[in-house]
Every structure is written in C-alpha cells, then in structure tokens.
C-alpha cells in the first residue's frame, strides 16, 4: 500500500489529511516541520509527499529542493495558502509536481494523489525507447537525451514529453493535458502545464525562446514536432 508523507504545522490539517487518505486505503506519516519532514522522508521513503510551503525552520521551497538534488521521482504536491502566481511557479521550478491552494477540498487533493500515484507507477514500466533528430526518450531512466546528454527531466517532464512525442503533430489543449499526461480533469488553474512546457523546452530546446520541438498553437495548445 503506499505512503504519503503528509507535512503541515496546523495539526487540524494534517488530522484531516491523514484520516481521508487512511479511509482510501493509504498509509501516512506526518511531520510538522521542515527538519522533521527531511528526518521522516528519509526513514519512510514515502511513495508521494504533501507539503506545506510556511513551515518552521526550513520552508516547503528549500525541502523540495533537497529531494529532488536526489529523488526526481517521488511526486511532491505543494500544499499553499498562498495565491501569488510566483509561488505557484517557484515550487514548480524546484520540482513539485503540483500545487494545491489552501483552502481545499479533501476530493481534490485525493483525486490529485491518485493520479500522481498512478502517473508515477505508469512511468517505471520498461518501454521502446523513441528517438528522434538527437532526442532519446529513456524509459528505463525515465529521462531524455539531447545529442548524448542526460536532460534532467522531472517525472511530470519526462511523461510530458513522451506523451507529445507520440503524435507528432497533434495538438493538444491544456485542458487535454490536465487530463491525459496529469490525469485529473480540469479544476480552475492551467497555469501548471505552461510552467511545464517551459521548464521543458529550457531543457531539450537549443534555443527555448525560439523551440523547434515543443511549439505552441496560438489560442489552441502544444504540440511536438521533429
């Protein structure tokens, strides 16, 4: 069964948390401030990790960082209270994988843990690689080689990625995305695919001001092409 980590410094959140994820089936462990949660994550090495942004000596921003100096693999859904779009964005360019605006609701962040859980599992399996014009897609490594070197890609990224690359051509909404690379139907905020995207092509683009491989369709979406 898998674990999730969940991190808050309000007791009451973390309580409600914990019941409606154990009610579904999940094991959690809780922390309740930064050192805690960097001491839990490494003893229970959680299959996704709820994390709060304000916590006590050491914030949300810098604990994602940690883990993904490491782990690029675990799914990390931002937990905020904040509505500033550069916080959204801030956590999104240290690797969360998603962000929840506080105050939510308990469907929504488990059909948000779902969909990471399934999106990650679906991920590890074993698939052809596809190549193209100096672009390896490495299932194995779950990761993109551009001319021989290693991207870098997110988890998020990396299935992105692969699913553009798969009908060249097609464009495909935010909403479609939402849907069929995040797996969750949209709920009020499209601003997590455009950060993807861009994180994206700054790491597969020669030039990601000018793409050749991931372009945007004005007023329809993105599509890839060769």
């Not at 991207?151 to 939402?178: I, Y």
């Amino acid at each position: 069964m898998s674990t999730i980590l969940i991190v808050d410094d309000e007791k009451t959140i973390v309580d409600v948390l914990k019941f409606n994820l154990n009610r579904e089936g999940y094991t959690t462990a809780e922390a309740y401030d930064g050192e805690e949660a960097l001491q839990k994550y490494k003893e229970t090495r959680p299959d996704l990790i709820l994390l709060d942004v304000m916590l006590p000596h050491i914030d949300g921003f810098e604990i994602c960082r940690r883990i993904r100096a490491t782990d690029k693999l675990t799914p990390i859904i931002m937990l905020t209270a904040r509505e500033e779009e550069e916080d959204m964005v801030l956590g999104l360019d240290l690797g969360a994988d998603d962000y929840v605006t506080k105050p939510f609701k308990n469907s929504e962040v488990l059909a948000r843990v779902r969909a990471n859980i399934r999106r990650t599992a679906a991920a590890t399996e074993t698939e052809p690689r596809l190549h193209g014009d100096g672009l390896v897609i490495d299932d194995e490594r779950l990761d993109a080689f551009v001319k021989g070197q290693a991207a870098g890609l997110t988890p998020r990224e990396f299935e992105l990625l692969k699913f553009l690359m798969a009908t060249p051509g097609h464009v495909f909404s935010r909403e479609d995305l939402l849907r069929d690379v995040w797996q969750y139907e949209y709920i009020g905020d499209l601003r997590a695919v455009d950060v993807a995207v861009r994180r994206l092509r700054e790491k597969i683009e020669d030039d990601s001001a000018n793409p050749k491989n991931i372009l945007t369709k004005r007023g329809s979406g993105y599509y890839f092409e060769w």
